[in-house]
């Protein structure tokens, strides 16, 4: 089975604080992604990685950064969090960019809460 | 700005009825689409891809697509409680050399015994 983890579940954090969300997953996926979720707006996409220091911006990249330094973990940056970030935070892996069936699997969601 | 447009709902049916959920979509190059199933407070999770006009049945699911009215929907037979959440349409994008998903809104189900 595919296993998406999240460093954390929940996370509380001040205004102007660097916040690190952290993914990890243990299938040797190519593709790597975060995505933010908030009532009425659905998934949103925020940057992906389909390599080793690759990255392309979502939708929303705005505020955000990322780091893929090795193939199984990204990293989500938030180099000042703002209350506008409070959210739930998805990670998702896909095997490759080239399948146009490939499946993205979720990890649980980091709801982090900027104060 | 590719959009994913689903009926938020609620949509309430009683248990062992059909539920149908429906999507469209506005690229009309999209070749795939997912369905997912959240429930609340939990991440989203597949429920089955389809690609091909037509119909694709997998246990009580069954995904339809109709490319030329770029409309796809999920059929659940014999609902039950535990089918409760929301339902994301979710699509390839055509454009670019890598597949990002476009997600809908969600529908949100509620199946009473």
């Known amino acids: 089975d595919v296993k998406v983890t999240q460093s954390s579940r929940y996370l509380v954090k001040r205004t102007g604080e660097k916040v690190f969300l952290e993914c990890v997953q243990d299938?040797?996926?190519?593709?790597m992604f975060w995505y933010r979720q908030d009532p009425g707006l659905g998934l949103r996409l925020i940057y992906f990685?389909?390599?080793?220091?690759?990255?392309e911006k979502g939708d929303i990249p705005e505020g955000y950064s990322v780091s893929r330094e090795k193939k199984e973990r990204f990293s989500l940056i938030l180099e000042s969090a703002s209350t506008n970030q409070t959210s739930m935070y998805l990670c998702?892996?896909?095997?490759?960019?080239?399948?146009?069936?490939?499946?993205?699997?979720f990890g649980p969601g980091t709801r982090l809460t900027v104060l | 700005q590719k959009e994913v447009e689903q009926n938020s709902g609620p949509l309430s049916v009683p248990e062992g009825a059909i539920a149908s959920l429906n999507c469209t979509y506005s690229?009309?190059?999209?070749?795939?689409f997912f369905w997912y199933r959240q429930y609340s407070g939990k991440s989203p999770e597949l429920i089955m891809f389809?690609?091909?006009?037509g119909d694709k049945e997998d246990g009580r699911f069954t995904a339809q697509l109709n490319k030329a009215s770029q409309y796809v929907s999920l059929l659940i037979r014999d609902s039950q409680p535990s089918d409760s959440a929301t339902y994301l349409c979710?699509?390839?994008?055509?454009?670019?050399?890598?597949?990002?998903?476009?997600f809908g809104k969600g529908t949100l189900l509620t199946v009473n015994p």
């Open positions: 998702a892996s896909s095997f490759s960019r080239l399948v146009a069936t490939d499946t993205q699997y």
């Open positions: 299938m040797d996926h190519e593709n």
């Open positions: 990685s389909y390599d080793v220091k690759m990255k």
């Open positions: 690229d009309r190059g999209s070749q795939s």
């Open positions: 389809i690609y091909s006009n």
């Open positions: 979710a699509v390839i994008d055509s454009g670019g050399s890598n597949y990002k998903l476009t």
